[in-house]
């Protein structure tokens, strides 16, 4: 598989179009919290957009199982979160720290749930499967972790499996960890790609980092920066693709 379909078919996985965007209203978004009925450490800025997985509201959320994602927060440009599963038996974090106890960090993203991730195992590389994602025939999408990758490394998708339901096709794709590439990037050679999907007020972004720039040079690190060139559209304009280059320090 070509590196650039492998970033569309990880791309895809997560960009699941949500059956509702909102602008959450003064009256849900306090200074500290989502809502007031949520502990005081579980918090969000301000207008904060927020999208759902399954209907428009916490309500309309399936129950989580055990280490379901439950809030997913993207803190690549202006943070947004998009609510995947309600925790049967607390709030489930949108807290923009990562130190917050219930949280795996993957690139830009911030993974929550509802039990604390410090009971993960840490994942081998290459061998053990770090999530799985299972998107079912009626779009609703279930991300498991089942061990946190060790510093320095990154997830790729590693499988992808079909099943049938009585309502349809779904599938299951399998992430594994491996180390940050230490190769040095050759002269014309983009050092990151960006995958870019449109969804409703934000910008879903997936980051692959393919090699490191010589010293006194830098990756750009989003894709409107300086050294970034567009790409040819894909899927009839569904994602739009951008290779950074090293830049001069």
């Known amino acids: 598989m070509s590196i650039l379909m492998s970033l569309i078919l990880y791309a895809s996985v997560f960009y699941q179009t949500p059956t509702k965007t909102m602008q959450p209203p003064s009256t849900n978004f306090t200074q500290n919290s989502l809502k007031t009925t949520q502990p005081s450490n579980i918090t969000s800025d301000p207008g904060v957009p927020v999208l759902f997985t399954h209907g428009n509201r916490d309500e309309d959320l399936p129950k989580c199982g055990r280490y379901a994602v439950c809030n997913k927060v993207d803190k690549y440009n202006s943070p947004w979160i998009e ?14 720290d990562a130190s917050d106890g219930h949280t795996i960090t993957d690139r830009n993203r911030l993974f929550k749930t509802c039990e604390p991730t410090k009971e993960l195992p840490k994942c081998r590389f290459f061998r053990d499967i770090t999530w799985t994602v299972t998107t079912s025939p009626d779009n609703v999408t279930e991300q498991v972790m089942h061990c946190h990758c060790p510093k320095s490394s990154v997830a790729y998708l590693v499988k992808r499996q079909m ?24 002269r014309k050679e983009p050092c990151r ?27 750009p690190k989003h894709h409107w920066e300086t050294g970034v060139i567009a790409a040819k559209s894909l899927a009839e304009e569904t994602y739009r693709t951008y290779s950074g280059f090293c830049v001069s320090s």
């Open 163 to 186: 099943f049938n339901t009585p309502q349809g096709v779904g599938y299951q794709f399998s992430f594994a960890c491996s180390p940050e590439s230490r190769i040095l990037c050759r």
């Open 83 to 96: 609510k995947q599963c309600q925790c049967p038996s607390s709030s489930c974090s949108s807290s923009l």
């Open 193 to 219: 790609l960006f995958t870019v999907r449109k969804r409703h007020e934000v910008d879903d972004v997936n980051l692959n980092t393919l090699c490191q720039c010589p010293t006194n040079h830098h990756c």
